[in-house]
């Protein structure tokens, strides 16, 4: 069906292309079914009937309807697709991150909905890859970093609260993982100490790699455990040769560009969801145009659900790191 439809590359072209409710609606249908077979969300039955003057489905398997929310972010929205779209268009692509007030204003909507539909976007941004980086003859950067610091302006429970919650200070050790070449993870961490830091690298980076840190003694022992491992020290130079952590260091240095130009402030529950809408930015950067960024993740989006209650963590259920 979309084979047909010039898809947008610009942000402008977007908004024409999205305000057509019924090219919109066939697009969503080509990223959610790309197979072009149309199945219930609720029991998988191909039987339906379409009704097209109100673009939903009749499913003769469990004698329901649904339409092409049910099972999606989107379901429970009062939103129309058009504003879902141009909302996702511009949290994947802006660079330095776009705060809920911005997207308010670009699609007037009330804050509250646009915090929400930031959140939901940010999920589908996140990569659930289990491919490990790196292997033999390939070189992986690994350093840590502490998010946060914006916990003055919050009520004095919530700041003990976050406080004795992340340990150190107000600030979260955030672990990040960058494929020279290739790409870059970061996890949030209980701690820097060494059996936290190794347990990520263990888990994201192949044996046999080359695995360039700082000196800190957290990554002492990686040797043992079939990777090949250089230091540089910090309190000395930054470079040695190849052994150098500036690939990070640049990503850090975006991520917290974009948290403190654009963001209030970050609760360390939310934390993981901008590390995953930066990681997601840095993977992507080279991207030939917009268009491409914005496909991805609403081909993601389609298949993700993620309720109001999960967001803001109000039913039972315990954050959790990524990956
Ligand atoms: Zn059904």
Known sequence: MTKSL?????????????????????????????????????????????????????????KQQFTIKVGTIF????????????????????????????????????????????????????????????????????????????ARNMHRDKH???????????????????????????????????????????????????????ALLSYQGLKEQDFIHQTIDHAEKYVDGQVHTNGLENFWSLLKRGLKGTYISVEPFHLFRYLDEQVFRYNFRSLEHDGLRFEHVASHILGKRLTYAEVTGKVGTTPSLPN
């Open 160 to 214: 003990r609260r976050r406080i004795t919650e992340t340990g150190t200070k107000d600030k979260t050790p955030v672990i990040g993982i960058l494929e020279r070449g290739g790409e870059v993870r970061a996890m949030m961490v209980p701690t820097r100490r060494k059996h936290h830091l190794q347990a990520e690298i263990r888990a994201h980076v192949k044996a046999g790699s080359a695995i360039y840190t700082d």
């Open 75 to 150: 379901e429970d929205s009062a939103l129309g697709m058009d504003k879902w779209m141009i909302a996702v268009w511009l949290i994947v692509n802006a660079k330095n991150g776009i705060s809920s007030y911005e997207i308010a204003r670009a699609l007037g909507v009330t804050q509250k909905s646009a915090w929400f539909m930031l959140h939901r976007i940010r999920l589908a941004m996140h990569n659930r890859s289990m491919m490990k980086l790196g292997g033999s003859g390939s070189e992986v950067e690994v350093d840590e970093t502490f998010i946060g610091g914006a």
């Open 6 to 62: 010039a898809l947008p590359k610009t942000l402008q072209q977007a908004v024409s292309f999205f305000s057509d409710p019924q090219k919109t609606f066939d697009y969503a249908v080509s990223l959610r079914w790309p197979t072009g077979k149309v199945t219930c969300p609720r029991c998988d039955s191909t039987e339906h009937s379409f009704i097209s003057t109100r673009r939903l489905w009749f499913c003769k398997g469990c």
